[in-house]
């Protein structure tokens, strides 16, 4: 699943870490999700996508 989150968290400028604190996971789970590497769960994805005020499906979209 391709996605826009290095994207969105560049424009804050904001790290990894800092976004892996804000949603409550690891760096590498945020670094696993931004590379494809991993899809986050449902809750997650909503989690994310309120954090940015945005819909989930502005946030990722299917390969």
Known sequence: MKNRLKVLRAERDW???D???????SRQSVNAIETGKYD???????KIAAL????????????
Do not use: T
């Open 15 to 17: 790290s990894q870490a």
């Open 19 to 25: 976004l892996a604190e804000r949603l409550s996971v």
């Open 40 to 46: 986050p769960s449902l809750p997650l994805a909503f």
């Open 52 to 63: 940015f005020d945005m819909a989930i499906e502005e946030i990722f979209q299917q390969d």
